[in-house]
């Protein structure tokens, strides 16, 4: 079985300072995980993946996240934030050996970035 | 993502009506998958389906079936729609190696 757990349902920062957004996840299989971010009224775009290569993994905006295997923990960090950065985040986990690759989100972190 | 469209994009409806939502690609991806968002859950896994007439359920399947006739297309329907399946639905396919891919969404209102 496999779950996901984003420890904080908000997240405020100011602009300019370091984002940490939170992520514990649960698995039988070797992962694969990803972060998705959300803008208001908008779609789900990917941000980044983890699939057992890098354990620290780039995506896109300044974003990374680090996989922890020994923490089981993936949190995105981004070094400097952005007023654009403001939308609803959510971790996201996938089994690589369940055929179904089926995606179990976590129920998702909403950024706030104060000017 | 230009590969995916959902349709209709919005859609209001009475109780006990049923209602199909289409989901079309045009990559020929074996994988695809309808989600329900709400508010607090995150997305939910309502139905997937892994090739032509091959599918299965998520974990909030009961009041919805599906329907995969074609590779590209993947439909989702209510049989008597209830106000508590009104959501915002998000329609997926699987990239290989590359995760998911999600369409813009319907936003569905049961009144």
């Known amino acids: 079985a496999q779950s996901v757990t984003q420890l904080d349902s908000h997240v405020s920062v100011s602009e300019g300072t370091p984002v940490l957004l939170r992520c514990n996840y649960s698995s039988s299989y070797s992962p694969s995980l990803f972060w998705y971010v959300q803008h208001p009224n908008k779609g789900l775009q990917l941000l980044l993946k983890y699939t057992s290569a890098a354990t620290l993994v780039k995506g896109i905006n300044g974003f990374e996240a680090e996989f922890k295997k020994s923490e089981t923990s993936f949190h995105l960090t981004k070094p400097s934030a952005h007023m654009s950065d403001a939308a609803e985040y959510f971790c996201?986990?996938?089994?690589?050996?369940?055929?179904?690759?089926?995606?179990?989100f976590g129920s998702g972190t909403r950024l706030l970035v104060r000017p | 993502d230009a590969g995916i469209t959902q349709s209709p994009r919005h859609k209001v409806t009475e109780t006990g009506t049923p209602v199909t939502l289409r989901c079309h690609q045009t990559e020929n991806h074996r994988y695809m998958y309808w989600y329900r968002q709400d508010p607090g859950h995150g997305l939910r896994l309502i139905h997937y389906s892994y090739g032509v007439k091959d599918t299965d359920k998520g974990e909030v399947s009961d009041g919805y079936s599906v329907s995969r006739s074609k590779t590209e297309d993947f439909l989702l329907t209510l049989e008597s729609a209830t106000s508590s399946q009104t959501s915002v639905y998000f329609c997926a396919i699987k990239r290989e190696r590359a995760g998911a891919f999600f369409g813009q969404g319907t936003r569905l209102t049961v009144v």
């Open positions: 996201v986990v996938s089994g690589q050996m369940d055929s179904s690759y089926k995606l179990i």
